[in-house]
Antibody, heavy 121, light 107 residues
Framework: EVQLVESGGNLIQPGGSLRLSCAAS????????MSWVRQAPGKGLEWVAI????????YYADSVRGRFIISRDNSESTLYLQMNSLRADDTAVYYC??????????????WGQGALVTVSS | EIVLTQTPATLSLSPGERATLSCRAS??????LVWYQQKPGQAPRLLIS???DRATGIPARFSGGGSGTDFTLTITSLEREDFAVYYC?????????FGGGTKVEMK
């Protein structure tokens, strides 16, 4: 059974930094592209960042490029999201998701339960 | 960027009724259209990919169709557990984009 468990969500002041983790199990983590998707309170879904299986390629939404960094440790089956220069509009539930489909033509086929990040003073 | 417009925003139906949800793309997505279901307080769940391929474990009452820029998700007979928000997503062009969602609520 595929399991994705996020951790690290918290209340953080504007301008601060936070790192989210996602522990994966139940599938061959090192052979799958992975992603972060967020959902602001009462809003829709927005993909944030994607990393290919070998870590060679990373993709970011315009809204977070230059501030967020996605990374992974295949030996630990863990995905990370380092979030810097946080703003109030980064407040959201952040989901870790396993990608399915073909390269660049991805869908999100399994999701974690989410980690809440609140940016507020 | 491809914009996906989902209609209606809210669909009020009773259990047993048929639900038809629409997703329209601002340009062709070549069949690379995906549907998700999200229940309150839960993560989204993949329902259908590639326009009409049901994900593992998804009941046959869910079906997807369409082509070009116009796609539909049909739930033939609503069960109580189907009342949720549904999102479409295109994976044809970069960046990946989601629609704004359709809420299926109980009348």
């Amino acid at each position: 059974e595929v399991q994705l468990v996020e951790s690290g969500g918290n209340l953080i002041q504007p301008g601060g930094s936070l790192r989210l983790s996602c522990a994966a199990s139940g599938f061959a983590f090192g052979y799958n592209a992975m992603s972060w998707v967020r959902q602001a309170p009462g809003k829709g879904l927005e993909w944030v960042a994607i990393m290919t299986s070998n870590g060679q390629s990373r993709y970011y939404a315009d809204s977070v490029r230059g501030r967020f960094i996605i990374s992974r440790d295949n030996s630990e089956s863990t995905l990370y999201l380092q979030m810097n220069s946080l703003r109030a509009d980064d407040t959201a539930v952040y989901y870790c998701a396993k990608l399915g489909g073909n390269y660049l033509h991805w869908n999100f086929d399994y999701w974690g339960q989410g980690a809440l990040v609140t940016v507020s003073s | 960027e491809i914009v996906l417009t989902q209609t209606p925003a809210t669909l009020s139906l009773s259990p047993g009724e048929r639900a038809t949800l629409s997703c329209r793309a601002s340009q062709t997505v070549n069949g690379d259209l995906v549907w998700y279901q999200q229940k309150p307080g839960q993560a989204p769940r993949l329902l259908i990919s590639g326009t009409s391929d049901r994900a593992t474990g998804i009941p046959a009452r869910f079906s997807g169709g369409g082509s070009g820029t116009d796609f539909t998700l049909t739930i033939t007979s609503l069960e109580r557990e189907d009342f949720a928000v549904y999102y479409c997503q295109q994976r044809s062009n970069w960046p990946l984009t989601f629609g704004g969602g359709t809420k299926v609520e109980m009348k």
